[in-house]
């Protein structure tokens, strides 16, 4: 049996929808909400089994990956998160980026020589490498009008991954890469009235419409925090409307709060753009945080700690 392991945003599903249109594979598909990154373990690998892994970080599945490598099992990993030490095995192909400026489906594109280039582009904008992903687009000849099409669906479909379980999402990350993976080109999938585009697009708009109303609960030089309340929208807007904040405001790191049912926060952090480093760095000193140099996140933050959180994130970006 084949494994098809993705994350469940933008970066992951258009990585694998690379792959896929450039080497077709029956798998099985192993994904989840954006946040749900120790895929290996919720699987049992056999040694005839292969893998391919895409989008989630290796420190964070390497208990799993080296017990699968060491029956037999080979593995393809692609990836931009903290990697740890990454495994000297002969089953393993590794293709590991750490730059802020990469991401997953930027790696599968060099991999694949630009087969799918468009692809690549489109999930740049939706992992918001922004300036990256327009110089590409202007590289590759692409008009404003095409390149902020790219950049919509590149949002839109990382806007889906957000949630805290598959039920707060319009679409099934495994049925959302099913569905757009039959589109050679992302230009198809608007020329096709009936894609997911079309759905998450309004979607969308009336999500971010109730988190542009609610004001900043903390605000200095350096960051701005918002608390969202518990509810399915602010779970599914929180990471992009971190996203869009960081954009509005590049000098500045922002902090997306959501209202959990622990009594705590989901927490979406991004990195100033002018200074994309250091988000995962402070979100790994809590637990159940991590994430990588522009944007990371914690999936339980005690309330009681936040002016911990919010003290330690200043004093690095002060």
């Given amino acids: 049996m084949h494994y098809d392991i993705f994350n469940g945003d933008a970066d992951g599903i258009i990585s694998l929808i690379q792959l896929r249109l450039s080497s077709p594979l029956t798998s099985t598909l192993v994904t989840g909400v954006k946040r749900n990154i120790q895929l290996l373990k919720t699987i049992d690998i056999n040694p005839e089994d292969t893998l391919t892994v895409l989008d989630i970080s290796m420190e964070k599945n390497t208990n799993e990956l080296v017990a699968a490598l060491d029956q037999g099992t080979a593995v ?92 707060d999402l319009h679409f099934d990350p495994a ?48 960051l701005s925090v918002f608390e969202l309340p518990g509810e399915k929208w602010s779970r599914r807007i929180s990471g992009v409307y971190g996203n869009l904040l960081a954009n509005q405001q590049p000098s500045s790191a922002f902090a997306v709060l959501t209202k959990n049912e622990q009594g705590g926060y989901l927490v979406s952090l991004r990195a100033p753009l002018e200074n994309k480093q250091g988000a995962g760095d402070v979100c790994s000193q809590f637990d159940t945080g991590g994430g990588r140099a522009a944007a990371a996140g914690i999936n339980q933050l005690p309330v009681e700690m936040l002016p911990d959180f919010i003290k330690k994130v200043e004093t690095y970006y002060a």
């Avoid at 991401?103 to 918001?128: M, P, R, S, V």
């Avoid at 009008?145 to 949630?163: F, H, P, R, S, V």
């Fill in 175 to 222: 049925d959302l890469y099913e569905a757009l993976v039959k589109y050679p080109s992302p230009f198809d999938v608007f020329e096709d009235k009936a894609s997911p585009y079309y759905a998450l697009q309004a979607a969308y708009q009336a999500d971010l419409e109730n988190a542009l109303s609610i004001p900043a609960m903390h605000s200095s030089q350096v």
């Fill in 76 to 167: 393809f990993y692609a990836d931009h998160h903290r990697s740890g030490d990454i495994p000297n095995h002969d089953k393993l192909t590794a293709l590991i980026d750490l730059d802020a400026n990469m991401c997953t489906a930027l790696i599968i594109d060099e991999y694949l020589k630009g087969q799918f280039h468009d692809w690549a582009i489109c999930a740049a904008y939706g992992d918001n490498m922004i300036s990256k992903a327009d110089q590409l687009a202007t590289a590759a000849g692409y008009t404003t009008e095409q390149a902020d099409l790219l950049k919509e669906l590149g949002t839109l479909i990382n806007y889906n991954g957000y949630g805290a379980d598959v039920a």
